[in-house]
C-alpha cells in the first residue's frame, strides 16, 4: 500500500523529469524536448522508508518512455550519479530523487513483482479522515505465480527495466497497460 500525502513539490515531478529525460543516453533518438505524462505506477517499499514511482512519459515524437524514480528522505550512498534532483515537499521536507534503475529498492521491487506475478501497489492519499483510495494511472503485472517463481526467472536472474515499453511475449516480465494503451506492454525482463 502506498501511502501519499497531499502535497506542493517544487520542482514538480514533471518539470523534474523534463529537465533531467532529455539529456540520458538511454534516449535512443526519442525527441524528450517536451513530455507528457501518460501514467504512473507505485511499488511498496516494505520498509516503508523509499517512495517507488514508475512514469510513462510520451515524446515529442510519439514515443513512450518508461522512467522509473526513488523518492529518499537523505542521500543514498554511492548513487551521486544517479541523482536527478532533490525537491522540496510540503509534507515530508527535502527528497532526493534517484533513476529508479539505480536504485536497489527499486530494483528488487521489480524482481519480486515479475517473480510473484503481482501488480502495482494499491494508492491512497492522507486525509483528514483517513485515509481515501487512489486510483492509479497505469496498471502493471508481473508474469508469476503468487507464492511461486516467476515464469522461469526465479528470483535471482539479471533484470532489464525498459526505458522504451515494447511488446513481447517472454516469460519472466513486468507488464503495463495506462490510458490509450490497452494492449499490455513489456516494461521489464528477468533472464536466467
Not at 4 to 32: I, M, S
Not at 138 to 154: D, F, I, K, T, Y
Request: with cysteine.
Amino acid at each position: 500500500m502506498a501511502v501519499l500525502h497531499p502535497a506542493t513539490l517544487r520542482p514538480t515531478k514533471l518539470e523534474a523529469l523534463q529537465a533531467w529525460v532529455p539529456h540520458q543516453p538511454w534516449l535512443e533518438g526519442a525527441d524528450a524536448s517536451q513530455l507528457e505524462l501518460l501514467g504512473a505506477y507505485r511499488f511498496d517499499d516494505p520498509d516503508g522508508e523509499v517512495g517507488l514511482e514508475a512514469h510513462l512519459l510520451g515524446t515529442a515524437d510519439g514515443r513512450v518512455l518508461h522512467v522509473p524514480v526513488t523518492y529518499r528522505g537523505a542521500p543514498l550512498v554511492g548513487a551521486e550519479g544517479a541523482l536527478i534532483t532533490t525537491v522540496e515537499h510540503s509534507a515530508l521536507g527535502r527528497r532526493w530523487v534517484y533513476d529508479g534503475c539505480a536504485d536497489p529498492v527499486f530494483l528488487t521491487a521489480f524482481r519480486e513483482a515479475i517473480t510473484s506475478g503481482s501488480r502495482q501497489a494499491d494508492q491512497f492519499v492522507t486525509t483528514d479522515a483517513g485515509l481515501v483510495p487512489r486510483e492509479a494511472t497505469a496498471q502493471v503485472r508481473g508474469s508469476g505465480a503468487p507464492g511461486g517463481e516467476g515464469g522461469g526467472g526465479g528470483g535471482v536472474g539479471e533484470l532489464t527495466v525498459l526505458r522504451h515499453p515494447r511488446p513481447g511475449a517472454e516469460p519472466s516480465v513486468l507488464t503495463g497497460t495506462w490510458p490509450g494503451q490497452d494492449t499490455p506492454l513489456v516494461l521489464a525482463v528477468m533472464s536466467g
